[in-house]
């Protein structure tokens, strides 16, 4: 008899998902390629405007965070992402045709609107298909957009300003969108009961699953409704959101100027700063999943936060330190690469373990939340420095974002580690997985 898991839905739920992000985080970073494309000279920007520019999508991006994971649980999250990529798709065309920065500053922030609910909807997709023993491998595909995102963009960007101008990367990227659409519609399903493509043995496998876990889960937390009070007397949940606000001024500082920073440095064109940009966000990958496998071996959770926060402020440093060394300085910014989204896996995991489930479940959307702020302030703080006392110090007041965000990880309660007890256990239970798979 086979007793192997069906796996039907990995490609037809997980690929279109992920597809699906990468494309939105195009949208998100493609004006980092335009600015110094020409969109700086063409639009009179300066570097203060253009850090506003860069940074006004998170400010929009709030107010759909919480609305659209409701809209998942309760009704249709393939209908919202469905409107949602043609919001993003006529507001990226519109773009290529602004004649000035107010014009600018308004289409990026209905982007921010318009792609806002996406991730908490998508997550809620996902955890309608896949039950607890598959939900994290299936999360970490997902999370893994940003840098794959990183990776497409960059070259694609790069060319097309180079062959045509910083105009057209607006709307041959909106059209993209337009083209994902069409698979969206055609092939996602919200749940495994609406899904027709879907054998019969996986659909009976994942409904008796699935409704297993939701029992299990009403038995065990009766009382899902905690004030949201409850998450801002928390002081170490308030720590994580300080955490998270400097992590990710840090984040989006580096990632939305990156390609700025590459030419300054090099003089390259368009085409070859996005080719110089791609490695970077292979380093990326690479960092998840390793300082991912670290922490959970160890345990060790602020550790290993700490330690990626620490080596992606000292990689900053270096690359102003080398910047007479091309090479060494642009090996510097790959390693800022490498830590970027390094300390996100320990990060996520330590809100469960220092509040009770229904405390962290509205905690995570207010560290979500509220930390993305610093995808404001991380470019706006970047253009304010570049405009008073140019680049290296800009960098460096992202080091310095950093180095604070280290800080705190160093002073979070003791809790957000796994005794010796409880790590034990997981190395017993991945060593179990890995003899179950070799046996199969």
């Given at each position: 008899m086979d007793n192997k898991i069906p796996g039907t839905r990995w490609l037809r739920v997980i690929a279109p998902i992920l597809i699906t992000c990468i494309v939105s985080f195009m949208d998100r970073v493609n004006i980092s390629f335009a600015l110094p494309g020409g969109m700086e000279q063409d639009l009179a920007i300066s570097s203060q405007m253009a850090g506003i520019a860069s940074g006004i999508f998170f400010i929009g991006y709030l107010f759909l965070q919480v609305p659209g994971g409701r809209i998942a649980v309760n009704g249709s999250g393939k209908r919202f992402i469905a409107w949602s990529l043609a919001a993003w798709m006529a507001v990226s065309i519109a773009t290529g045709f602004v004649t000035n920065h107010y014009q600018l500053l308004a289409l990026r922030f209905i982007l921010g609107v318009s792609e806002g609910g996406m991730l908490p909807v998508v997550l809620t997709m996902v955890s309608n298909w896949f039950p607890e023993k598959e939900l994290g491998r299936a999360n970490a595909f997902v999370m893994m957009f940003a840098p794959l995102g990183g990776m497409f963009t960059a070259p694609i960007s790069g060319w097309i300003i180079n062959a045509f101008d910083w105009r057209w990367l607006f709307i041959i990227e909106g059209l993209l969108s337009a083209a994902v659409l069409l698979v969206w519609w055609l092939v996602i399903s919200d749940r495994p009961e609406e899904a027709r493509w879907l054998p019969e043995r996986e659909r009976e496998y994942l409904i008796r699953e699935l409704q297993r876990e939701r029992e299990a889960?009403?038995?065990?937390?009766?009382?899902?409704?905690?004030?949201?009070?409850?998450?801002?007397?928390?002081?170490?949940?308030?720590?994580?959101?300080?955490?998270?606000?400097?992590?990710?001024?840090?984040?989006?500082?580096?990632?939305?100027?990156?390609?700025?920073?590459?030419?300054?440095?090099?003089?390259?064109?368009?085409?070859?700063?996005?080719?110089?940009?791609?490695?970077?966000?292979?380093?990326?990958?690479?960092?998840?999943?390793?300082?991912?496998?670290?922490?959970?071996?160890?345990?060790?959770?602020?550790?290993?936060?700490m330690a990626s926060l620490f080596c992606f402020a000292a990689a900053l440093l270096a690359s102003v330190i080398l910047r007479n060394h091309i090479i060494a300085a642009y090996i510097a910014l790959v390693i800022c690469g490498f830590f970027l989204k390094a300390a996100t896996s320990p990060f996520w995991s330590i809100p469960g373990r220092i509040a009770t489930p229904e405390v962290a479940g509205s905690a995570r959307g207010v560290i979500n939340g509220l930390g993305n702020l610093g995808g404001f302030c991380g470019p706006y703080l970047v253009g304010i420095m570049l405009y008073l006392y140019g680049q290296n110090v800009a960098i460096c007041a992202l080091a310095a974002s950093l180095i604070i965000a280290g800080i705190l990880a160093i002073s979070l309660p003791k809790a957000c580690d796994l005794t010796e007890t409880q790590r034990r256990e997981r190395l017993q239970q991945s060593g179990m997985r890995q003899q179950t798979r070799h046996s199969g």
């Amino acid at each position: 008899m086979d007793n192997k898991i069906p796996g039907t839905r990995w490609l037809r739920v997980i690929a279109p998902i992920l597809i699906t992000c990468i494309v939105s985080f195009m949208d998100r970073v493609n004006i980092s390629f335009a600015l110094p494309g020409g969109m700086e000279q063409d639009l009179a920007i300066s570097s203060q405007m253009a850090g506003i520019a860069s940074g006004i999508f998170f400010i929009g991006y709030l107010f759909l965070q919480v609305p659209g994971g409701r809209i998942a649980v309760n009704g249709s999250g393939k209908r919202f992402i469905a409107w949602s990529l043609a919001a993003w798709m006529a507001v990226s065309i519109a773009t290529g045709f602004v004649t000035n920065h107010y014009q600018l500053l308004a289409l990026r922030f209905i982007l921010g609107v318009s792609e806002g609910g996406m991730l908490p909807v998508v997550l809620t997709m996902v955890s309608n298909w896949f039950p607890e023993k598959e939900l994290g491998r299936a999360n970490a595909f997902v999370m893994m957009f940003a840098p794959l995102g990183g990776m497409f963009t960059a070259p694609i960007s790069g060319w097309i300003i180079n062959a045509f101008d910083w105009r057209w990367l607006f709307i041959i990227e909106g059209l993209l969108s337009a083209a994902v659409l069409l698979v969206w519609w055609l092939v996602i399903s919200d749940r495994p009961e609406e899904a027709r493509w879907l054998p019969e043995r996986e659909r009976e496998y994942l409904i008796r699953e699935l409704q297993r876990e939701r029992e299990a889960r009403r038995e065990q937390q009766p009382v899902s409704r905690a004030p949201l009070k409850d998450v801002f007397r928390n002081k170490g949940l308030m720590k994580l959101v300080a955490l998270n606000f400097f992590y990710q001024t840090g984040d989006y500082g580096y990632t939305l100027w990156l390609p700025s920073i590459l030419k300054n440095l090099t003089g390259a064109n368009m085409a070859g700063v996005g080719v110089l940009a791609v490695l970077p966000f292979v380093a990326t990958i690479a960092g998840i999943w390793l300082i991912s496998l670290f922490s959970d071996r160890s345990g060790k959770r602020r550790v290993w936060i700490m330690a990626s926060l620490f080596c992606f402020a000292a990689a900053l440093l270096a690359s102003v330190i080398l910047r007479n060394h091309i090479i060494a300085a642009y090996i510097a910014l790959v390693i800022c690469g490498f830590f970027l989204k390094a300390a996100t896996s320990p990060f996520w995991s330590i809100p469960g373990r220092i509040a009770t489930p229904e405390v962290a479940g509205s905690a995570r959307g207010v560290i979500n939340g509220l930390g993305n702020l610093g995808g404001f302030c991380g470019p706006y703080l970047v253009g304010i420095m570049l405009y008073l006392y140019g680049q290296n110090v800009a960098i460096c007041a992202l080091a310095a974002s950093l180095i604070i965000a280290g800080i705190l990880a160093i002073s979070l309660p003791k809790a957000c580690d796994l005794t010796e007890t409880q790590r034990r256990e997981r190395l017993q239970q991945s060593g179990m997985r890995q003899q179950t798979r070799h046996s199969g």
